[in-house]
């Protein structure tokens, strides 16, 4: 009986090959599997940062979301609100067009805003706190509108409402532009939420 079943342990083991059974392919329970972002860098001298320039934050994609990093912008001081808006947008546009820092990349971070979009402040007819793109807003990729939307929201160039009037360099009507948890969530399959505004 002892030889039988020792012939008998090759054929078992065949048998469950055959059956597709390898621990090699077969998925365990052993807990979830280590993530490849971590969205996590050290966090910055803010002290330093601030006698250096204006302390802001920037919306950069990790992972699957919009996750907030610390900027520092250039602002002279003295300047006119409505002109500080405008100079502010164009210095937070600047940060989301350039490439993440090295320790931004290697935690995973990067953007979506293309280089050399410009911003400029309300036209006559256009309510004070409106700003105009070099590009139409509607035509920039979902990503890209969410981290431009909540970057601005969130900032000195907007009324602090968690919205941001934009428009474009043509005569496509204004939108205001919310960031909502769920744009923040999934910038990138999430329409950024707008309605249109009525002339100033």
Known sequence: MTVRRLLALPVLAALLTGCGIRATEVPTDFGPAPSRVHCSVSEPDISAQSSRGLPVQVFLLCGSSLVAVDRTVSVEEGTADSQQRVLVARELLNELASAPTAG????????????????????????????RLSFPPASLANAALAQIVCTLSDSAAAEGDGSVILGGPDKTPLRRYECTDEVRAQPTSTDVPSSEVKDG
């Open 104 to 131: 931004e990349r290697d935690a995973g971070y990067s953007t979506r805003v293309r280089d050399g979009m410009t911003v400029t402040g309300p036209r006559p007819d256009d309510p004070d706190d409106t700003l």
